[in-house]
């Protein structure tokens, strides 16, 4: 009788919590948002590309405290923080900033069957930046960096019955001296910097796995039919194979067993993958014992495409994809949503979202400084988008950044167009310190290892108009060596090193590059930002006291701000025509300050139709 009425007094309990919880704030926000409830946030399974049966969502409402950084614990706790939304935005429920002495910490309890032959593993999609875990009491682990997953083996910390998990999480952003990396984020967000995003900022959950589990997956599938597999394992160790099945609608189409380090499998005629046709095979993975007994489980999928570049009769190189010439257009997109900031508030946001780029005849998005949840990546793979793939920057507050050499600025007649741009002479990297390399180059890593497996990612970029650019050639040399199976942009709109396979200009209002200069004739020439044309919607603009702005200054009527997408739209089908192979539109939606989306921040208004956009590329000869 006792346990039923604590039971009870823990529903009861939620249930006040629940009813206390609302949005914080009174911005604008999307439709999804509108629909968050406490007992319906991010429900989806997290990883689609290693799917296990057993696990539990950890979202919902939980306890939080912000004290000084000082404080071994909190004093005393708040009980209305929406995880997984970061501290700062509105669908948290708190909207509250930290200063650079705070600290954020959480709380939760919940129930777990925990079964003698299996372990547990906690797992964090994303937390902001530096934490420490606790659960039932006892450190379960830390982690460092806050842009990508990560997970701790809880085993021998949980109970049957009831736990609790409790964080203490560090966010500097761009305080000075930490290197960190942030993205867009900045204290003093304005202009193209945004609102930070402090804690946690993605789903939590934890899974069920056996004693000797598969802890992760590569998988590799090429334009040739051929498909290899790896695994890592994790817990008790033994003797192991893998056995993979690959399945076309449920029937089998090529099976094999081998070491779990390399299994090769054939297949006649593969389906290949593409943003026309996005075929995805289903795979299932299995762990066997010495024996030929299942020891773990988990299924997946893969697309059956090659990343190339081929130099066409001209002497200009193009990207290929399954050996065919491809054009590469899309938008840059942040990735920030109003309510929720770097985490979009649902599941069906994204799709949304993805399908009005389908619908305007983009075929690729370049996601910008910040990696997204796994299950972003998996509506690319299955909609069909090729992603160029930006590693989140950082550095010391900003002032450790070079000077920025544009492309153009190569040209012997160039003349210095502002101060504090490059000129001869000056360095193009920054100088940074070993410890805050090794960071950089460990959430490098982290990210192409998690993202590996989904085929829509094409190109990885390391860095972006200078920022935190350091050591390029090095890095630019590891990555090739690391991932040869896709392409590298060193620096989207510099600093451009030759290393890789890309020469990026960023140029705006309308798209350019100086084909003249002949140090970028031996790569994939793309202009990787334009546009950025400005469009005000009344009832749409998230702060109407921030110095909101677009490229070239606002248009006076909505006719003229369409002749100006049309006009970019037209001088970029003249650069292709030249050897260009891709352009990067600014951008998919209105952020903060900026209102040069395609779409407003709330994404309730469409500035131009996605039929009369796919019109417009058309026209212009964009279009595959």
Known sequence: ???????????????????????????????????????????????????????????????????????????????????????????????????????????????????????????????????????????????????????????????????????????????????????????????????????????????????????????????????????????????????????????????????????????????????????????????????????????????????????????????????????????LDQGWWPESFLLPPSDEAIVWEMDFLKKAGFNMIRKHKKAEIRRYYYHADRMGFVIWQDQTSGGSGGSEWPKWKRLHMEREDYVAERPQQWKKGDALDADWPDWAHDLYKNELKTMIDVLYNHPSIVIWTTFNERWGQHRSMEVGNWVKAYDPSRLLNIASGGNFFEVGDIADQHQYPHPDFPLDVKLYDDYVKVVGEFGGHGWAVEDHIWDTNKDNWGYGGLPKTHEEYVDRYVKSCEILGELRKKGISAGVYTQTTDVEGELNGLITYDRKVMKIDPEKLYEIHKKAGLLD
Request: proline share 5%; charged share 25%.
């Open 1 to 331: 009788m006792k346990l039923k009425l604590t039971l009870f007094a823990l529903l009861i309990s939620a249930s006040t919590f629940a009813q206390n919880w609302q949005p914080a704030g009174d911005k604008i926000k999307t439709r999804w948002a509108e629909k968050v409830t406490p007992e319906n946030v991010w429900k989806e399974y997290p990883r689609p590309q290693m799917v296990r049966s057993e696990w539990q969502s950890l979202n919902g409402l939980w306890e939080y405290a912000v004290t000084s950084n000082r404080a071994v614990k909190p004093e005393n706790w708040e009980q209305d923080i929406l995880v997984p939304f970061a501290l700062e935005t509105p669908l948290s429920g708190v909207a509250r900033r930290i200063e650079s002495n705070e600290v954020i910490w959480y709380k939760r309890s919940f129930e777990l069957t925990a079964k003698e032959n299996e372990r547990q593993l906690l797992n964090f999609e994303g937390v902001d930046y530096k934490c420490m875990v606790w659960v039932n009491g006892k450190l379960a682990g830390s982690h460092i960096g806050g842009n990508l997953p990560f997970s701790f083996d809880v085993t021998d910390l949980v109970t049957s019955g009831e736990n609790e998990v409790k964080l203490r999480v560090i966010d500097g952003t761009d305080d000075p001296d930490l290197y960190q990396l942030r993205g867009k984020q900045k204290r003093d967000n304005g202009g193209i910097w945004y609102t930070p995003s402090s804690g946690i900022w993605a789903p939590v959950w934890i899974e069920s796995v056996p004693q000797t589990y598969i802890k992760s997956i590569k998988l590799l599938a090429d334009m040739y039919g051929e498909l290899k597999a790896e695994a890592c394992t994790g817990g008790l160790k033994q003797n192991t194979q893998l056995k993979v099945t690959l399945l076309d609608e449920g029937k089998v189409v090529a099976e094999k067993t081998g070491t779990a380090d390399n299994v090769l499998l054939s297949v006649k005629n593969a389906k290949l993958w593409s943003p026309k046709s996005p075929f995805l095979y289903d795979v299932k993975i299995e762990l066997l014992g010495e024996y030929g007994d299942v020891l773990d489980e988990v299924s997946s999928y893969t697309g059956f495409r090659t990343v190339g570049k081929e130099c066409e009769a001209n002497g200009n190189w193009q990207f290929t994809l399954n050996g065919e010439k491809i054009f590469h257009l899309g938008p």
